[in-house]
């Protein structure tokens, strides 16, 4: 009887650990961190940067434990056919691109093996941004890249002929740059309305992320997608929890 009771605690428990609580699919029960960095470096005193150093140990961590990078193309087949995900799988992603994306993280990645998904804001490319040539190279070496709109706003507070310039112009830019479709978007600040959902699947995007926090699950709405918040300063064994979603990312 003891060893009934206890068995059920376990299951219990190891049950909390899961959030997603789905029906079998090709998502992971615990459902797939989306990892959401900015700029790897020290340069600013602010919490989205994460210093190089802390960066490497990340990967060198997520390597180490058998995590697969996987693609905004992996997943949304994932989520609505059923195509199955490697084990372990991670999605990295960097927002706004920064310089420090080519120069400090995409060595990094390659180090280890992985494949991450750039969110480029098309009106800053060059200067002290990444630029077109490097953006070519991480496309070439199979990288992702998605659109993160022309200049940054809060499209939520944008009229519909703007937001419609936001998310139409910044994907012709990048398809003509590149020459690749681009098929993947990143809303700015999070912020969004029924407008900007509409004019995403208009403009011919498939998938779509936000800055809520929290893990892709079987069901979540493929244009709102949660990610898991990358900062600065913190320890392996937090990064341990979020990654594996037994802590502070679980919805
Ligand atoms: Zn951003």
């Given at each position: 009887m003891k060893k009934t009771v206890s068995l059920i605690l376990t299951l219990v428990m190891l049950a909390s650990?899961?959030?997603?609580?789905?029906?079998?699919?090709?998502?992971p029960d615990a459902g797939v961190p989306v990892l959401m960095y900015h700029?790897?470096?020290?340069?600013?005193?602010?919490?989205?940067c994460v210093p190089a150093q802390q960066f490497d140990s990340e990967m060198r961590y997520l390597r180490e434990h058998d995590y697969h990078s996987v693609s905004p193309a992996e997943l949304y087949a994932a989520l609505t056919d059923g195509t199955p995900l490697p084990e372990n799988p991670v999605l990295i992603t960097f927002d706004d691109g920064f310089g420090d994306n080519y120069k400090t993280a995409w060595p990094i990645l390659k180090k280890y093996g992985f494949r991450a998904t750039f969110f480029i804001v098309t009106n800053e490319v060059g200067d002290y941004s990444i630029d077109w040539p490097q953006l070519r190279e991480l496309a070439d070496a199979g990288n992702t890249i998605g659109s993160h709109?022309?200049?940054?706003?809060?499209?939520?507070?944008?009229s519909p002929g703007q937001q419609k310039s936001e998310i139409f112009d910044s994907k012709a830019t990048l398809e003509k740059q590149l020459d690749i479709p681009i098929t993947t978007f990143c809303i700015p600040y999070g912020k969004y309305n029924k407008t900007t959902l509409t004019l995403l699947r208009e403009a011919g995007y498939t998938i779509s992320f936000t800055t809520t926090e929290g893990r892709v699950c079987a069901g979540d709405d493929i244009f709102t997608l949660h990610r898991v918040h990358m900062i600065g300063g913190t320890s392996l064994e937090s990064f341990s929890s979020m990654v594996s979603g037994r802590e502070k990312s679980a919805k």
């Amino acid at each position: 009887m003891k060893k009934t009771v206890s068995l059920i605690l376990t299951l219990v428990m190891l049950a909390s650990f899961s959030p997603c609580m789905a029906e079998p699919s090709a998502v992971p029960d615990a459902g797939v961190p989306v990892l959401m960095y900015h700029s790897i470096s020290s340069k600013y005193d602010r919490s989205f940067c994460v210093p190089a150093q802390q960066f490497d140990s990340e990967m060198r961590y997520l390597r180490e434990h058998d995590y697969h990078s996987v693609s905004p193309a992996e997943l949304y087949a994932a989520l609505t056919d059923g195509t199955p995900l490697p084990e372990n799988p991670v999605l990295i992603t960097f927002d706004d691109g920064f310089g420090d994306n080519y120069k400090t993280a995409w060595p990094i990645l390659k180090k280890y093996g992985f494949r991450a998904t750039f969110f480029i804001v098309t009106n800053e490319v060059g200067d002290y941004s990444i630029d077109w040539p490097q953006l070519r190279e991480l496309a070439d070496a199979g990288n992702t890249i998605g659109s993160h709109t022309v200049h940054h706003r809060d499209l939520s507070t944008l009229s519909p002929g703007q937001q419609k310039s936001e998310i139409f112009d910044s994907k012709a830019t990048l398809e003509k740059q590149l020459d690749i479709p681009i098929t993947t978007f990143c809303i700015p600040y999070g912020k969004y309305n029924k407008t900007t959902l509409t004019l995403l699947r208009e403009a011919g995007y498939t998938i779509s992320f936000t800055t809520t926090e929290g893990r892709v699950c079987a069901g979540d709405d493929i244009f709102t997608l949660h990610r898991v918040h990358m900062i600065g300063g913190t320890s392996l064994e937090s990064f341990s929890s979020m990654v594996s979603g037994r802590e502070k990312s679980a919805k």
